[in-house]
C-alpha cells in the first residue's frame, strides 16, 4: 500500500466571531463581512476563535480558546446590493420611498494561528 502525503488533504479551519457575525473560515479563502477599519492590503487580525479543527484536532472555546487568533487581508471595502424600502398608507396619499447600501469588506484568510499546549 502507498504512503500518502501528510499535507495534501490537510483538514483546517476555525469558526470566529467578526463584527457581531460568526464564520466558519479556512486559509486562503475570501470571506465578506460587515464593514471593518482598514485600508486595502492591510493587515486584520481576530482573536475572538471560538471553534479550531486541524485534523482529528478539535479546540472548543469556552467562549473564546485563549492565545488562538485568525489572521486576514483586508481585500477590499465596497458597498452591497441597494435595499428599497417603501412605506405606503393608503386613502391618506401618504407614501415614502428610501433605500440604503450596506458597507461591506471583503477579507482573505492568510494564516490560523494556535497556541500549542
Known amino acids: 500500500m502507498a504512503k500518502k502525503n501528510t499535507n495534501e488533504n490537510k483538514l483546517e479551519f476555525a469558526v470566529v466571531e467578526v463584527s457581531g457575525n460568526q ?9 465578506t463581512v460587515k464593514k471593518v477599519s482598514g485600508n ?9 476563535v471560538l471553534l479550531l479543527v486541524r485534523d482529528d484536532n478539535v479546540k472548543v472555546g469556552k467562549p473564546y480558546i485563549t ?10 471595502q465596497t458597498k452591497g446590493e441597494k435595499v428599497d424600502t417603501f412605506k405606503y398608507t393608503a386613502k ?15 477579507l482573505l484568510v492568510k494564516k490560523i494561528l494556535a497556541k500549542e499546549k
Open 23 to 31: 464564520y466558519l473560515v479556512a486559509p486562503d479563502k475570501t470571506y
Open 40 to 48: 486595502k492590503g492591510e493587515k486584520f487580525v481576530v482573536d475572538k
Open 67 to 76: 492565545g488562538a487568533k485568525v489572521e486576514f487581508e483586508i481585500a477590499s
Open 92 to 106: 391618506s396619499r401618504y407614501h415614502k420611498r428610501s433605500g440604503s447600501r450596506a458597507l461591506l469588506t471583503k
